[in-house]
Every structure is written in C-alpha cells, then in structure tokens.
C-alpha cells in the first residue's frame, strides 16, 4: 500500500510539467519512504529522512523554483525527439535487469527481519555505533558540509562577466 | 498463516528499490528542466538508501544505517552546491534547459 503510493508520487513528480507541483510530490515520496523506514525498524533514519530531506532539501528546491520564477516547462522545447525513446528502452532495460537480479537467486535472503532490528534502529544505538566504529568519517562529513558551504557561498555571489 | 508486517519478504524491499531507481533514470534522461534532474538524482539516492535499510535490518547489521546517515549529509551538499551552480548559470544565460547549458562542450 505504502510501496503503491510511494511508486505512484514518484511517477507524477516525473510528469508533472509544474517543477514546483513535482517538488510537492517528491516530498510525499519521501514521507511514504519514511513509513517504509519504519517498517523496517529504523526509526532515527525516518525521522532524519523526514527532517532533512523533506524539511530541508526540498525547502532548498522550492526556494530556488520560486527564486528562478520557473513557469511551464514546455517553454523548454525539445531539440532530439528520439533521445526520449532511447532513454525509455535503457531504463526498461535497467529496471528488466535489477529485477531479474532480485528474483534469481530466490534462497538468498531470509525471510524475516532479524531479531536484532529492533535494537539498531533506536537514535541510542545508531549514535553508539556512529561514534565508537565510525568517527573519522563522522567527522569527515563535517568538512565536506563545511566545504560545500563555502564552495555554495562563493558560487552564488560570484558575478560571471 | 499470520501475515505480520516483519514477515515481508527482502526481496519486495528490493524491487520498490529497484522500480524507484528506474524512475529516477527516467526522470533523468527524459526532463529537460535542471532542477527536476536534480530531485530525480535524489530519488536515485534514496531508492538505494531503502536498499541499505533493508539489508541493515534483515542482517541485523548497523552498518548499513549508518551509511545512510553519510549518503543523507552528502546528498545535502550535492543538492546545495547544484542549486549554487543552477542559480549562477541561470543568471547567465536565463535559462534551465539544460540542452541549452553547453558551456563545457568543446
């Protein structure tokens, strides 16, 4: 049901011709996304999905449409009509291709989650195995977003001649 | 048989992953419009997301939700610095068709 409508935003938001309507439906992705999180258990990364990605990404998105005053997309015109079709076969092969992959082997994976979900998914745990097996990249992370701070404030000020 | 919500086979989580990420693809290759290649590239990144939480919680292993947490702070940046980037282009050349961006063509 969740799998349903998180397929089905996910087809319109690629539809749709409005960026800003696209947008609104991504984030009702993200949201179907999150209760599959929680499906599985992993509820710090539910609510990190909702928080950042539909708190603070699609913010981010919908400033820049609004900022950029974006109409219709079909002001956009196409230049190659073909290069759509050719994108729709190597997709379809692609999907043909994961699936085929997925259903294969069909004694590989177990069944039932594993007992000890519901112990790893809590903010407690995830914080534990964060900041005792994975600090350095932890930390790492902080200079990339440092680094891309600067990098966006340097990008948006500088005047092209 | 008692169907319960922890009994869903892996694999449906695989194949959600894997119909979101051919979307995605779609979205990509077909849209002309910067900023909706942009979301689709986040779609991409969260249908693998969903694969990593799967397998974390189906091996009982953390590892994978941590990664998680690293691809979210890397999709943030990625999503900021392309913003930057469309914004600077678009102040340039009025547009976000990105037929039209051929700046790095030689």
Known sequence: ?161 | MNFTLTEIPLNYYLALSAILFSIGIVGVLTRRNAIIVFICIEMMLNSVNLTLVAFSAFLGNPAGQILVFFVMAVAAAEAAVGLAIVISIFRNKMTVNIDEINIMKW
């Open chain 1, 1 to 161: 049901m969740i799998a349903v409508a998180a397929v089905a935003s996910a087809v319109l938001m690629v539809i749709q011709k409005n960026p800003i309507k696209s947008v609104l439906f991504m984030i009702v992705n993200f949201f179907c996304l999150a209760v599959i999180y929680l499906l599985l258990h992993a509820q710090f990364i539910a609510i990190i999905q909702i928080l950042v990605y539909a708190g603070a990404i699609m913010v981010l998105f919908l400033f820049v449409i609004m900022l950029l005053n974006l109409g219709d997309e079909s002001l956009l015109k196409e230049k190659v009509n073909f290069r759509k079709t050719i994108a729709y076969i190597l997709s379809g092969v692609i999907l043909l291709e994961l699936i085929v992959g997925i259903i294969l082997p069909p004694n590989l994976h177990p069944i039932r989650q594993s007992p000890d979900a519901f112990k790893i998914g809590t903010v407690e745990a995830i914080g534990a195995t964060l900041f005792q097996n994975y600090l350095l990249p932890f930390e790492a992370v902080s200079i990339l977003l440092l680094a891309a701070i600067v990098g966006v404030v340097v990008l948006a000020k500088k005047k092209f001649k």
